[in-house]
């Protein structure tokens, strides 16, 4: 048996790594994307360009432009002389906002009446709009107190305020969530692509038969089209698990035991979804296209999109069925959160269920093709 | 291979790749399954709108004072709490991840609040490893805070009104739903599916096959072959374009304050160089399996994270910022973003529907050339 064994996990190899152009494209791309995404996909909101139509002239207006000017996240003021302008530079996306300032503006400030800013948004851009808003409250929060504590001396400060503090990530920095994210997502989307094309392409290619007429055993034709997809996701996997500390300095804080451990499981769950596909497929355009139906969801659902807690119920049970979900509370946890071995099992469990779902409905459907 | 372009050979190609398309079930599947898919998940699972966060208070004063202030934390609507009496239990809930902030209102909360000259703390620890909900976390529970505070401080005759305020007025997306921005885009996306990825794995098919060279072999000529490659899934993209804005009006309850025309001429426009690029890949890779990698991280990865479809283009670093310039769905999110929730705004969509039809002739020319290498 290992004697067959070797030999059909040899010749799968051959299959996958005879083709230079697909030996490229296996373990350059990860890599790429690595760099391009990690940097790229931030939610965070910086140079932008802000416009002001100051309609008043006094002290109180040009401070306020002055503290704008002065935000590390503004790129650029934008100066706005009329209502239509407001409109076209909000239409023609070169502001993501206007801040409107009336005649009345510095001399209410002086006098200590109330003074309302109008501020208006793209709301096509309505994520980052609702960030720009929070930036222009604090700034004018911070101005109106400096105005309340020279108006009022003495009489009192704020009695309590809050301290905060970020644990795991002090900065904020969002590349250090991007980068365990997408050891997640690029090492699924390499391995079920991988996968479906396999028994895909020996159907195209007429090879199938001799499988059939081969005196491999059904798992042994399985295991030999799942060790080549687990060995290439296991090595780029460890790869980004040296680069991510060194290059992009995320720090990689849990047991590494434990993650292979997950990684284990996470792709034996993926292979067993990329086997069912590629069982199902007549071509290699089905099963590539069926993988990509796949993976859609599966990134959407991960919770490396967007949380998992703001989906609707329904979905958010579904998500339990999704294995990047369970594996990207693992890869975080892991790299950032020191995560005990207890708690990286307890997500690992879930993982080895669907692995085994998944590989059963794998080498049923196998059985009932081969025969 | 004949030079001259005559119709009939071309209607001729044409049924036959038409029934080709229609025999093949997976066609259907990319071109009206998928986007349902898509578009369902935009819709409903994927929000950037702030969550209701799972947070732990940890009430370690009892006086009225911070009982009070813990209630305002309960009543919040952004925030889902957990109540605690040790920092300890939370701390270990957050590390599990199942809770994504702390607020401690510590034991001497009430006294120093009373005292003359001190100040009551209260710590706000957030779960940084999700740096989103952590920023949304901080600011919602500073509000939380100091709206208690102003209410504290409301005594007869002084209202708690500050000197300066903000009125925030969000255009086009009153009610700041993300989906109304993400459905459009995925649309992009859609078609961009369409137009490069079945298209590259589909001709990248014939090439395998060898029946590109039969083809080839036959009096029709390079034009006509092209225009019957190309002409079922430019109309194909534009049926599933017509789908998907269907659904996101009527399913979804997108608003839609442009014309079909201006749709129309949006879709039309991106479409030429995502089939020019879906060309390209074919000629250039003739193998499936790498063709169909090509083109997912050459057109379906870049439409997404570098198109400003999710993620916004000013935040990125210089040489990503570039990089952005060479991605045609650059040209096409704004415009069609702007076509459902602002109106035709032909400004700006004659700019970037003339960028991409400089991109569709340079991705043709670019595959008619390999093309013509390969039967030379």
Not at chain 1, 147 to 171: C, K
Not at chain 2, 152 to 175: C, K, L, M, Y
Not at chain 2, 340 to 367: E, H
């Amino acid at each position: 048996m290992w004697g067959r064994l070797r030999a059909v996990v040899v010749k799968e190899l051959w299959a996958i790594l005879r083709d230079p152009r697909a030996r490229i494209i296996l373990f350059i791309p990860p890599f790429v994307q690595l760099f391009v995404f990690g940097f790229a996909g931030t939610l965070e909101v910086k140079n932008f360009d802000i416009g002001v139509y100051n309609r008043d002239a006094g002290v109180g207006s040009r401070e306020l432009v002055q503290r704008l000017s002065g935000s590390p996240n503004v790129r650029r003021i934008v100066p706005i002389g009329s209502a239509d302008e407001v409109r076209a530079a909000i239409d023609g996306r070169s502001v993501i906002a206007v801040v409107m300032l009336d005649q009345q503006f510095s001399a209410k400030l002086a006098t200590h009446r109330p003074a309302v800013i109008q501020a208006v948004y793209d709301g096509r851009r309505s994520n980052s709009a609702q960030i720009v808003a929070a930036y222009l409250d604090r700034i004018v929060a911070d101005m109106g107190a400096s105005i309340e504590s020279t108006a009022a001396v003495g009489l009192r400060a704020a009695r309590s305020r809050s301290m905060v503090t970020h644990w795991f990530n002090p900065n904020l920095d969002y590349l250090w969530f991007t980068m365990p994210g997408l050891v997640v997502i690029i090492s699924m989307v390499s391995g079920l692509a991988v996968t479906a094309q396999t028994v895909a392409r020996e159907r195209e290619l007429g090879t199938f038969d001799q499988l059939m007429v081969s005196p491999l055993r059904v798992y042994e034709t399985l295991i030999g089209k799942m060790v080549p997809p687990l060995l290439v996701g296991t090595l780029n996997v460890t790869l980004y698990l040296v680069l991510i500390p060194t290059v992009f300095g995320v720090p990689l804080t849990g047991s590494l035991f434990v993650f292979y451990v997950a990684l284990t499981c996470y792709m034996c769950a993926l292979l067993g979804v990329g086997m069912l596909v590629s069982a199902l497929s007549q071509t290699q355009q089905q099963a590539f296209l069926g993988a990509f139906l796949i993976i859609v969801p599966v990134i959407l659902l991960s919770g490396f999109a967007s949380p998992v807690d703001n989906m609707p119920g329904w979905l958010q049970v579904l998500a339990q069925a999704n294995p990047a979900k369970h594996f990207l509370i693992v890869s975080e946890g892991v790299f950032l959160q020191a995560m005990p071995a207890a708690e990286v099992l307890a997500n690992t469990w879930p993982l080895a269920v669907i692995a085994l779902v998944t590989l059963t409905g794998a080498s049923l459907l196998f059985r009932s093709r081969l025969e | 291979m004949s030079a001259g372009f005559n119709w009939r050979r071309l209607s001729a190609m044409l049924v036959k790749e038409s029934l080709q398309i229609m025999r093949d079930p997976s066609t259907f599947l990319i071109a009206f399954v998928l986007p349902l898919i898509m578009l369902f998940f935009f819709g409903y699972a994927v929000s950037l709108d702030p969550p209701r966060i799972r947070i732990g208070v940890a009430l370690e004063d009892p006086g009225p004072a911070a009982l009070s202030l813990s209630t305002a934390f309960e009543r919040s609507p952004y925030f889902q709490v957990n109540g605690a009496r040790s920092v300890e239990t939370l701390e270990r809930e957050m590390a599990a991840g199942r809770i994504h902030g702390i607020v401690v209102i510590p034991q001497d909360f009430s006294r120093r609040l009373h005292a003359q000259e001190s100040v009551a703390e209260i710590q706000i620890i957030t779960d940084g490893s999700a740096p989103n909900t952590a920023s949304f976390f901080a600011a919602y529970a500073e509000g939380v805070r100091a709206n208690w505070q102003a209410g504290q401080d409301i005594r007869p005759g002084r209202t708690a009104r500050r000197s300066i305020e903000v009125a925030h007025r969000f255009w086009f997306n009153p009610d700041l739903a993300s989906r109304f921005f993400l459905i459009p885009g995925s649309i992009a996306i859609v078609m961009t599916m369409i137009g490069t990825l079945l298209t590259a794995l589909v001709i990248a098919r014939e090439w395998e096959r060898g029946t590109m060279e039969a083809i080839m072999a036959t009096p029709v000529g390079m034009p006509e072959l092209l225009a019957s490659k190309v002409i079922p899934y430019y109309l194909l993209g534009l049926g599933s374009m017509g789908v998907c804005t269907l659904l996101a009006i009527f399913l979804f309850g997108v608003p839609f304050r442009g014309t079909a025309l201006g749709i129309l001429a949006l879709s039309g426009a991106f479409l030429v160089p995502a089939l020019g690029q879906g060309l390209l890949i074919s000629a250039v890779t003739k193998n499936q399996f790498v063709a169909s990698q090509v083109a997912i991280l050459s057109a379906f990865l870049p439409g997404v994270i570098l198109s400003g479809f999710l993620f916004e283009i000013a935040s990125m670093p210089t040489a990503i910022r570039a990089l952005t310039y060479i991605v045609p769905a650059r040209y096409l999110i704004p415009p069609l973003q702007s076509v459902f929730l602002v109106g035709d705004l032909w400004v700006m969509f004659w700019k970037d529907m003339a960028i991409l039809l400089g991109f569709g002739v340079l991705f043709f020319a670019l595959a008619i050339r390999s093309t013509r290498r390969r039967i030379a």
